[in-house]
């Protein structure tokens, strides 16, 4: 099965940073990303990488977070800077399998709680 540990959650001032890691014990993952979600609202996609490097963010973190990945290690990483209360919620890791059956997994959630 495959687990996937979640690192680097916390409390932070406005306008500091935080760098989320998500390591996947296993498996080649054509997607790795984080999503989100605050109480009372919808999970959203945060940011994205797919195998071959390609990224996407939301609107609302361009600029101020960056993904990226480490192949070696099997990990995704978020790095969020200038954060804003707006992004408190709770990270979720998602990876999907590269292999075409559309399995996917979810990390357990790490909290980022952003204060002003």
């Known amino acids: 099965q495959v687990q996937l540990v979640e690192s680097g959650g916390g409390l932070v001032q406005a306008g500091g940073s935080l760098r989320l890691s998500c390591a996947a014990s296993r498996g080649i993952f054509s997607i790795m990303g984080w999503y989100r979600q605050a109480p009372g609202k919808q999970r959203e996609s945060v940011a994205t990488i797919t195998r071959g490097g390609t990224t996407t963010y939301a609107d609302s973190v361009k600029g101020r977070f960056t993904i990226s990945r480490d192949y070696a290690k099997n990990t995704v990483y978020l790095q969020m800077n200038s954060l804003k209360p707006e992004d408190t919620a709770a990270y979720y890791c998602?990876?999907?399998?590269?292999?075409?059956?559309?399995?996917?997994?979810w990390g357990k959630g790490t909290q980022v709680t952003v204060s002003s």
């Open positions: 998602y990876v999907q399998r590269v292999s075409g059956d559309g399995i996917h997994y």
